[in-house]
């Protein structure tokens, strides 16, 4: 990167409103920028269909657990590790709050909008309820705000709890209405949680922890922090590339007739509405910059794609889903700088 460059971004929170929102601009997309050319990989078929699951399983259970262990094994300002689950704690509380509330919304506007059904309320609770917080605003912290991305981190290890307990309980109540023979509630919504509990990134964050708890990593190889660095460098592009290519698929199958309302709901709701709640929280009870930069960063997000995966998994209504994430998406390449630089002025960061 030049020197400008890396000076206009280090002093970007003093920088002048335009130059901070002209400097966010270019860096979303040049994040889009990826997604798009794997959207041009899909279309030309150098990236195929069949090539998703094995990819995605790699990213996930691979890549991504090396950037995690590399970043908190390495990061010199994890010094003090009591306060490792203050992220967490905000990033389930957020998840969880904003699935349930856009469940609310949901049944209370939804029959105005086009909502009338109760898979249609449901899909768009848990897409628009949870943002984007892996590929987009892991690259975005990166470059601005590098020293806050182990807190991303641990955030994201909360948001993803949140998806697999409250998000799945919202997509999948439509079908368990004879659940109750299965077995008790606690067991059913531990059956549920499960998958986060167990998931490669949530094991190499805890194994980072218990690592620098225990001051082992200052005697682990070279050799090997450089391997799982080069792992771990891999695994933001692999993801964009992915996800550009899974979202031009979605491009192509989603309904967009009589769409307008359910569009603007979602927009409303998850690029209006959330964004000034969770600034006003952080403005309101959070001191340390890294925690503002992180929900400064997920307040800008839009929708995430993986709910749509599950809202088919659930056999939810997959129309809903896609017209909330990839309208959100879609704005998110102006409401994402525009947030992002309102963050960084109203918490002075």
């Known amino acids: 990167m030049h020197v400008g460059m890396m000076l206009a971004v280090t002093d970007i929170a003093h920088a002048p409103f335009w130059f901070q ?20 990989c899909r279309s030309r078929r150098w990236l195929s269909r069949d090539a998703d699951f094995s990819l995605a399983k790699i990213t996930a259970n691979v890549l991504m657990p090396a950037l995690f262990l590399d970043r908190i094994l390495n990061d010199p300002t994890l010094n003090s590790l ?6 967490p704690v905000f990033g389930f509380g957020f ?13 209370l506007i939804g029959p105005w909008v086009g909502l009338k059904t109760d898979a249609q309320q449901r899909a768009f609770a848990i897409c628009a309820g949870i943002c984007n ?19 991303l981190i641990l955030h994201n290890v909360g948001v993803d709890l949140a998806l697999w307990s409250v998000g799945i309980a919202i997509v999948s109540g439509a079908n368990d ?5 299965r077995g008790s509630g606690v067991w059913r919504w531990f059956a549920k949680i499960l998958p986060a509990l167990t998931s490669a990134p949530l094991i190499a964050v805890v194994t980072a922890l218990t690592i620098r708890t225990l001051g082992w990593h200052t005697v682990i190889p070279d ?37 307008t309302r359910v569009i603007c709901l979602a927009i409303g709701f998850r690029q209006l509405l959330m964004p000034v709640i969770m600034l006003g929280v952080a403005g309101a009870v959070l001191a340390e910059p890294e925690m503002k930069h992180v929900l400064l960063l997920q307040a800008a997000m839009p929708s995430a794609v993986f709910p749509i995966v599950l809202t088919r998994l659930y056999q939810g209504d997959t129309t809903t889903a896609l017209r909330v994430v990839l309208s959100t998406s879609i704005a998110g390449l102006f409401l994402i700088p525009l947030w992002m630089s309102i963050g960084a002025w109203w918490l002075g960061v």
């Open 177 to 181: 209405g004879n659940s109750a023979a």
């Open 21 to 40: 929102f002209t400097q966010i601009v270019a860096s979303v997309l040049g994040v889009f920028l990826i997604m798009g050319i794997g959207a041009l």
């Open 82 to 87: 009591s306060s490792a689950w203050v992220p």
């Open 133 to 151: 917080y892996g590929y987009i605003p892991l690259p975005l912290c990166q470059i601005f705000y590098p020293s806050a991305e182990v807190d």
């Open 223 to 259: 050799s090997l922090m450089k391997s799982i660095g080069m792992m771990a460098g891999a695994s933001i592009p692999m993801g964009l590339l992915l996800s550009g290519a899974i979202i031009i698929d979605f491009l192509k199958s989603a309904d967009w007739n009589g769409a």
């Open 95 to 107: 998840t969880a709050g904003g699935l349930v509330v856009a469940l609310f919304v949901a049944r």
